[in-house]
C-alpha cells in the first residue's frame, strides 16, 4: 500500500494506506491518544479502529463533544455488563436492566433469583471494571444478518432486543464484543475500554447508579446528589409502563401490529388525566393562589396549563392564565451573552421587580394592569387587561424561570404551587439502551417549530445546543424546588410524531454539520412502527407539537 495524505486544519500528514485513525493518532498525538472517541474522515462520522484508505480531511471528536460523551457512557455501560457477567457466573440467568438517566449517569437495576445488588457486588464489579478499563480491551464490531442477531439475542435472554430486531427493516446488524461479552448498541463505541477515565457504581434506592463524566469535565467525576422527586416521577413512569405491558420499543410495536394501541393511548391518556386531577385537588386543598410552571423546551408546558385550568375549573376554581414572556424587561435593557447576542433565556431578562410589585398586589387584593410583551417592538405594552384576584380565583404562571426562587421573593411560601414539567422518557430501546429525554424533546421541538415557525430541521437542531445550555443553567437546578413534578411524555407518542419528522429530517443538507445529528435521529426513528393520529385526543400533549388539539390558537 501507498502513503495517502490526511488534512487537519493548516496541516497536511503522510499516512501508509489502510492505517486506522487509532494509529494515527497514536502516532501523531500520543499525549492525547485517549482524548478523542470518534472522528469525521471527510464527511463521515466513523469509529476510530476506521482505516484511513484514500486522501482526507479529518477532524477528531473529544470527550468533550455531545457525540464523544454519548460514546463515552455507551462504552461505560458496555464495561458495566461485562464485568457483571464476570462477577455473576455462577448466575448466569441475571439480567442488567439500565433504566433511566441520572444526573451524567443512568440508573441501573438487577434482576436475579440468586443475588441481591449489596455493597459487596458492587465493590467487585467496580473492581472487575477498573481491571477492564487497564488492560485497555479492544471492543470489536461484528456485522451479522438481523436473522443471526435475533438468535443470538433469544440465546443470551436478551427478551427486549429480540424484539426490536423483529421490526429491523435493514438486513444487518451491528453487535459489539468485548472479550466475549456480546451486545447491541444504539450508537459507535470507543475503541477500546483505555478511554474510559473515570465512573462510579453508587447504589440507590433498590440499584444503583453508573455515574459518568459531564462532557464539559470529562474526566472527573461529579458528586452523586440524589434528586428524589425526579426519581420518584421516573419510577411511577416505570410502573405505568409495566402496568401497560410496555417496557421497550419491541412491546410497543407488539401492540401496533396486534390491534392494541389504541385501547393504550387512551389508557395513557387517563393515567396522565388522573394526574392533573390529583395537581388540582392539591391546589385546592392548599388554597393556593399562584400556580408556578416551568419546565425544559418542548415539555408541553401550555397544553399542560390548558388541561390544569380545565380540571382547577371543575373543582370549582377559577384560574387565569399568565405568561411570564410578558414580563420581559424591554429590548434595550436586555443582557447579552459571551458572543454579544440578546440573552432572553437568562434571569436578568426578566422585569423581576414589576413581576415580584404585581404579584404581591394582587395577593393583597389589588387590581394590577397586565402587560404584554410585543416581540416586534421589544417591549411590554398596556392594552387594559386589567386582573384582580378574589375568592376561588387562581393565577396560573407558566415561564422557564417559574421555580426560580428570585422570581417570587417575598411572597409568602403558602401562596404559592410550583409545578415542574418535563418529558422524561419511560420508554427504553431494549434492556441496555436508554432513549434520551433530550432525543424526544428535540424531536418534538423539530415538529412543532416547522409547523408553527416555519423553521426547517436544520435551524432547529442548530440552535438546540444554546436551548440545552440554558436548560443547564436556568431550569434544571430548580426542578427539585417544586411542590410536584409531572412526567408529559407519552409512551406511544414516538409512533405518532415519526411520520411527521421524518420529512423534516431527510431534508437536511448532506454538506451541513447538522445532517449527522438528522441521521442519527431518523436511524432511532426507524425503531418504532407508524401509529395514525386521528385516535389521539384532542387535549393530547402530543397535540402541542403535532397539532389538531382542541387548544390550539
Known amino acids: 500500500m501507498g502513503a495517502i495524505h490526511v488534512t487537519m486544519g493548516e496541516k497536511i500528514y503522510e499516512v501508509e494506506q489502510g492505517t486506522s485513525v487509532q494509529s494515527f493518532i497514536a502516532k501523531e498525538f500520543p ?33 468533550d463533544t455531545v457525540m464523544g460523551s454519548d460514546t463515552y457512557k455507551r462504552s461505560l455501560t458496555l464495561i458495566m455488563l461485562k464485568a457483571f457477567s464476570d462477577v455473576l457466573k455462577d448466575d448466569p440467568n ?26 459487596a457486588l458492587l465493590a467487585a464489579v467496580k473492581a472487575r471494571m477498573q481491571q477492564l478499563i487497564d488492560a485497555d480491551l479492544c471492543i470489536t464490531k461484528e456485522s451479522v444478518s438481523t436473522e443471526e442477531a435475533i438468535r443470538r439475542c433469544k440465546a443470551n435472554g436478551l427478551v427486549g432486543k429480540e ?7 435493514v438486513s444487518k446488524t451491528n453487535l459489539y464484543n468485548l472479550d466475549g461479552y456480546e451486545d447491541y448498541f444504539y450508537g459507535y463505541m470507543a475503541a477500546s475500554t483505555g478511554y474510559i477515565s473515570c ?11 453508573l455515574m459518568a463524566p459531564s462532557k464539559s469535565s470529562p474526566d472527573k467525576l461529579s458528586e452523586f446528589v440524589p434528586q428524589e422527586k425526579l426519581f420518584t416521577v421516573l419510577k411511577t413512569s416505570d410502573d405505568w409502563g409495566t402496568m401497560l405491558g410496555v417496557n421497550h420499543v419491541g412491546d410497543l410495536n407488539d401492540e401496533i401490529t396486534s390491534g392494541g394501541i389504541n385501547e393504550l393511548m387512551l389508557v395513557q391518556e387517563a393515567l396522565q388525566e388522573k394526574q392533573i386531577a390529583h395537581i388540582a385537588d392539591m391546589i385546592q386543598e392548599g388554597d393556593k393562589k399562584i400556580v408556578l410552571i416551568a419546565g425544559p423546551s418542548s415539555s408541553g408546558k401550555t397544553t399542560f396549563s390548558h388541561r390544569l385550568s380545565v ?39 426578566m422585569d423581576l421587580a414589576l413581576f415580584r410589585s404585581d404579584m404581591a398586589k394582587l395577593l393583597a387584593g389589588e387590581e394590577i394592569n397586565l402587560p404584554t410583551f410585543n416581540f416586534q417592538l421589544g417591549k411590554k405594552e398596556y392594552k387594559g387587561k386589567k386582573l384582580k384576584l378574589n375568592d376561588g380565583d387562581v393565577l396560573v404562571a407558566e415561564g422557564i424561570h417559574a421555580l426560580n426562587p428570585q422570581m417570587t421573593v417575598g411572597l409568602p411560601d403558602d401562596s404559592k404551587f410550583k409545578i415542574y414539567i418535563s418529558a422524561l422518557t419511560q420508554l427504553n430501546v431494549d434492556e441496555h439502551n436508554r432513549i434520551p429525554t433530550t432525543d424526544g424533546r428535540l424531536i418534538r421541538r423539530i415538529v412543532r417549530d416547522a409547523r408553527t415557525r416555519g423553521h426547517n430541521a436544520q435551524a432547529t437542531i442548530a440552535m438546540w445546543p444554546s436551548v440545552r445550555r440554558g436548560e443547564e443553567k436556568y431550569i434544571f437546578p ?32 448532506k454538506d451541513s454539520f447538522e445532517y449527522y445529528e438528522a441521521k442519527r435521529l431518523l436511524k432511532f426513528l426507524d425503531y418504532f412502527l407508524g401509529v395514525e393520529v386521528t385516535n389521539i385526543a384532542k387535549n393530547s400533549i402530543i397535540r402541542e407539537f403535532v397539532g389538531g388539539g382542541c387548544f390550539d390558537l
Open 311 to 349: 380540571q382547577l375549573r371543575a373543582h370549582g376554581l377559577r384560574p387565569y392564565p399568565l405568561a411570564l414572556d410578558n414580563y420581559f424587561v424591554d429590548r434595550e435593557f436586555t443582557p447579552r451573552d459571551e458572543d454579544g447576542n440578546f440573552d432572553f433565556e437568562c434571569l436578568e431578562a
Open 31 to 63: 499525549d492525547k491518544k485517549y482524548n478523542y472517541m470518534l472522528a469525521m474522515k471527510g464527511a463521515k462520522l466513523c469509529e476510530l479502529c476506521a482505516p484511513i484508505d484514500q486522501d482526507c480531511e479529518l477532524a477528531l471528536l473529544g470527550k
Open 199 to 209: 465512573f462510579d457504581l453508587v447504589a440507590y434506592d433498590e440499584g444503583f447508579v
Open 94 to 119: 441475571h439480567t442488567i436492566k439500565v433504566m433511566y438517566s441520572m444526573g451524567h449517569g443512568y440508573y441501573c437495576e438487577l434482576v436475579s433469583d440468586k443475588t441481591k445488588t449489596d455493597a
Open 478 to 509: 430548580f426542578q427539585e424546588e417544586a411542590d410536584v413534578m409531572f412526567n408529559s411524555a407519552l409512551i406511544y407518542e414516538l409512533s405518532v410524531i415519526k411520520q411527521y419528522a421524518e420529512p423534516l429530517l431527510f431534508a437536511v443538507p
Open 163 to 169: 424484539k426490536l430486531f423483529k421490526y429491523r427493516r
